[in-house]
């Protein structure tokens, strides 16, 4: 995937972010509902996380250089983990502009065009929420995965404040408009915990998931004639890139040349199997057999 046309739809999100908050803020404006305030809030904090996951993927795309020799696929790791710390601090907003409406108690005026405003912005948001989580995982980007995550958490507590309206606006119960904004920030504040654990996982060289290991340990079987086994298999993920290291044990007897071709055939089925696979193979003599890991076939 062009690193070019993943940084196109990282700029526009901010974009959308910006038509977003323009909404959300004039059915705040419209309304004068604490509730549809946090919400709005919230929308900052999304464009603030879609300029930093587009630095994270203009800096994760510069090639390898003499001091990242693994590449740059980590920045955008640590553009989520950001992401994950501005979500915590909107929803601290969120709590300290619900308590002002719970304790000031004024009476929001929910008007048909700030409610409307706030629906269009809400299904603008649902819709790039699915492309962004769809292609960011295509590309293998986690910066475009977490914005759209944070997006799809953004339209689920916009839901949720909606039906809140109809709520206040059947019963009367002008103090449930605070109590939603206080629920849209414990909603706000998960999101941003999880996804900071998800990217920390990331900054840690977290293993592949056993799915992969899976089908890396089939084609190591498979691909693997002439050799005798392979032991010590290792995968840590570091952005688009996986990295894979394993002992082949081959007879003793076999030529450097036989040994390497073994190599590229397996280096060439896991690279279909996982994409921007990154793999590193020691080759052994049989002496140095542990009679356990992967049995080639």
Known sequence: MADGFRLRIAFFSIVIGIIVLGLKF????????????????????????????????????????SNHPYGHDKAEYFAAVLVGVMIVLAALSIFRAA?????????????????????????????????????????????????????????IS?????????????????????????LVGLTVLWSGWGLVKESVGGLMDEAASADVLDKIRAQISEQGEGALEAHDLRTRIAGRTTFIDFHLVVPGTMTVESAHSICDRIEEA??????GARITIHVEPEHKAKHSGIVVL
């Not at 293998?140 to 977490?146: D, G, H, K, Y």
């Not at 896991?270 to 994409?275: L, T």
């Open 158 to 182: 916009s839901l949720g404040v909606l039906v809140g309206v109809v709520l206040v606006l059947l019963t009367g119960w002008n103090v449930l408009d605070s109590v939603l904004a206080v």
């Open 99 to 155: 308590w002002l409406g719970f304790v000031q108690g004024e009476s929001p005026d929910f008007s048909l065009p700030g409610i409307g405003m706030n629906v269009l912005a809400a299904a603008i948001n649902g819709l790039w929420a699915a492309y962004l989580v769809r292609f960011g995982r295509k590309a293998r980007s986690p910066a475009l995965v977490a914005d759209g995550k944070h997006l799809f958490t953004d339209v």
């Open 26 to 65: 004039g059915a705040y404006w419209l309304t004068g509902s604490v509730a549809l305030y946090s919400d709005a809030l919230e929308t900052i904090v999304n464009i603030a996380s879609s300029v930093a996951a587009l630095a994270a993927i203009w800096f994760a795309s510069k090639p390898a250089d």
């Open 270 to 275: 896991i690279s279909e199997d996982v994409p």
